[in-house]
């Protein structure tokens, strides 16, 4: 059975063979061919884009007239992205400053730019760590940069569970199903979690300043596509780890604030918006307080639960 994933065209053969290997790496499994024509010399100004819609540390989105497409602006060095509403033809300019900086390039725009065009085919993005237990139920683990979703992802990995990703999770139906795919990235731990872990297949990171390490190396494996039936909504800083159901209703109004891309273009918006409810509606959700607990018994996360 044949895998489809992106395709890279390029005018410069060390561009498109480093960024077909990177994308290669992600290891998605699209439902559909995205193709990214990437050219490198003179890149549009962003004032050309239209109007600003979303702001990252090192982007910028702009949606607008003539075209409605969608442009994204790289600061850090000029490159942009021009993605069509209706099309998963990709235009991507890069100068030449940026061609020497392709690993930023990757990390910081290319993602944000992969991330947007997966929306064309179907796959809505969510700030979410992704699981699945020994027993075969899937967890989502939601919330912002520093609600735990990495270190509770890496306790899992050690307790022999599947781990998809730690933060970056794609929402989509797939065959009837509704499922969260992940691409494949190590385990990325700010010092408080890697210290509280304390394993040393751990290595440091100094461009993320994070520590890194993938599932298998912590007992667990990887999965690029889970079900979901269980839905965390995280904080951490608690002493003793808790659990508290909350409704759909509630479960729709976190996931939509942690889909940041959710209302980005109009004429994808509904389609995110009716996913992000079904998933809600489909799984049991809870507020939890992440405490100091699970790093001597992991498996308290299972036991506590309604």
């Known amino acids: 059975m044949s895998i489809t994933r992106f395709q890279v065209n390029a005018d410069d053969a060390r561009i498109r063979q480093t ?38 540390p090192a982007v910028t989105i702009s949606h607008g007239p003539p075209s409605y497409d969608l442009r994204v602006a790289w ?12 099309s998963t033809q990709i235009h991507i300019a890069i100068s030449d400053s940026g061609a020497q900086r392709l690993d930023d390039f990757l990390n910081t725009f290319l993602i944000t730019v992969i991330i ?24 989502l683990i939601a919330g912002d940069a520093r609600a735990g979703k990495s270190t509770t992802a890496a306790l899992m990995a050690s307790r022999g569970w599947r781990v998809g990703s730690d933060d970056t999770t794609f929402l989509a139906r797939d065959n009837g199903a509704f499922c969260a795919w992940s691409t494949r990235q190590p385990l990325a731990l700010r010092r408080g979690g890697h210290t509280l872990l304390g394993d040393n297949q751990f290595k440091r990171n100094t461009r993320r300043n994070k520590f890194v390490c993938w599932p298998e190396q912590l007992g667990g494996s990887w999965t690029n596509r889970i079900v979901p039936d269980i839905i965390l909504f995280s904080k951490p800083g608690a002493r003793v780890t808790t659990c508290e159901p909350i409704k759909p209703i509630e479960a729709l109004a976190e996931l939509v604030r942690w889909s940041a891309w959710v209302m980005l273009e109009p ?9 992000l ?7 049991t959700s809870y507020r939890a307080q992440l405490g100091s607990d699970l790093f001597q018994d992991p498996t308290r996360l299972s036991a506590i639960l309604p």
């Open 19 to 56: 960024v077909q290997s990177w994308l290669d790496g992600l290891r998605l499994e699209l439902p559909a061919p995205i193709t990214l024509d990437i050219t490198r010399g003179f890149v549009p100004s962003p004032i050309e884009a239209g109007r600003t819609i979303f702001e990252q």
């Open 75 to 86: 600061r850090l060095a000029p490159a942009c992205a021009t993605l069509p509403k209706d």
């Open 116 to 139: 947007l065009s997966l929306r064309r085919v179907g796959w809505h993005h969510v700030h979410a760590a992704s699981a699945e237990d020994p027993s075969g139920r899937g967890w």
């Open 267 to 275: 004429d994808l918006a509904q389609n995110h918006l009716d996913l």
């Open 277 to 283: 409810n079904t998933i809600a509606q489909r799984t």
